[in-house]
C-alpha cells in the first residue's frame, strides 16, 4: 500500500469487543460497559465536538480467551448515546471503514491504545481492482441479488437492501454480506483475516451460497406445508 493511501494513523485507540465482529462497510451499535471502553468513549470522544472525525479501532476478542485479536478495523463513530439504567454505559453505533493489524499495545491504562498497520485502503473505486478480480466480484455480486430476492418474499425491508446493492461499490460487498448473513464468529474472523480482496470474496461466497440454500429449503418446506 503506497503512503498516500495508508491513512490512518500509526497510534490507534482501541474498543475490544466479545461475540460480534465488525467489517468494512458494516455498522453495528456497540454496549460499552467496561472500564476501559467508558473512559475511551467519555475522554476521547464524548466530551470532544470533532468526535465525528476520529477514527477508532474495534478489535473482537479471541473466542475463549480474554485477548485482543491481532487484526481489527478502524471505524468511525456516528451516534453515542450515554444511559445510566441498570448502570453507566454508553451505546455507541459504528461504521467499519478498513482493516489494520496490531504491532504492539502501547497502552493499557486508562484505554488501549495500539500501534497499528493498515491492511487496506480507506476509499477505493471498483476502477481499482485488478482485471482478474472482476469476474470474482461480479460473480458476488449476482449471488448477492439472488439473495436479497429470495429475502423479498419475507421482508419487505430487503428492498432497501437492494437499493443498498446497486449503490454500492462491488469490492465491499463481500464483507458487507457476511455481516448480514447468519455465519459464525469464527466464520467472521477468517474473512476479517483475509489478506486480500481475492481472499475475502473466496472466503464469503461460500457463506453467501450456504444462506441462499437454506432459504431456499424453508420455502420449500412452507410449501410443502401449505399445500
Not at 454505559?89 to 498497520?117: D, K, W
Request: proline letters at 6%; glycine letters at 4%; charged letters at 20%.
Amino acid at each position: 500500500m503506497s503512503k498516500k493511501q495508508s491513512l490512518l494513523p500509526s497510534l490507534l485507540p482501541i474498543l475490544k469487543i466479545s461475540k460480534h465482529v465488525l467489517l468494512p462497510g458494516a455498522s453495528l451499535w456497540l454496549h460499552i460497559n467496561d472500564p476501559r471502553g467508558l473512559h475511551l468513549v467519555e475522554t476521547y470522544l464524548w466530551h470532544d465536538e470533532n468526535w465525528r472525525d476520529k477514527y477508532i479501532g474495534i478489535v473482537p476478542q479471541e473466542p475463549g480467551t480474554n485477548k485482543l485479536h491481532s487484526v481489527g478495523v478502524a471505524s468511525r463513530v456516528s451516534r453515542i448515546t450515554a444511559r445510566s439504567h441498570p448502570q453507566a454505559h454508553f451505546m455507541v453505533f459504528v461504521t467499519g471503514l478498513c482493516r489494520f493489524r496490531i504491532n504492539e499495545i502501547s497502552q493499557e491504562v486508562p484505554y488501549i491504545i495500539a500501534s497499528i498497520t493498515q491492511l487496506d485502503y480507506l476509499k477505493q473505486s471498483d476502477k481499482e481492482i485488478s482485471p482478474s478480480l472482476t469476474s470474482l466480484t461480479e460473480k458476488f455480486k449476482l449471488h448477492a441479488t439472488e439473495l436479497l430476492e429470495i429475502l423479498q418474499q419475507y421482508s419487505p425491508t430487503a428492498g432497501k437492501l437492494r437499493n443498498l446493492l446497486d449503490s454500492l461499490p462491488d469490492h465491499s460487498l463481500p464483507d458487507i454480506f457476511t455481516s448480514i448473513i447468519q455465519s459464525s464468529q469464527e466464520e467472521k474472523l477468517q474473512v476479517l483475516d483475509a489478506k486480500d480482496l481475492d481472499e475475502v470474496i473466496r472466503l464469503a461466497l461460500p457463506l453467501l451460497l450456504r444462506q441462499i440454500e437454506t432459504l431456499r429449503l424453508l420455502g420449500n418446506t412452507r410449501q410443502l406445508s401449505d399445500a
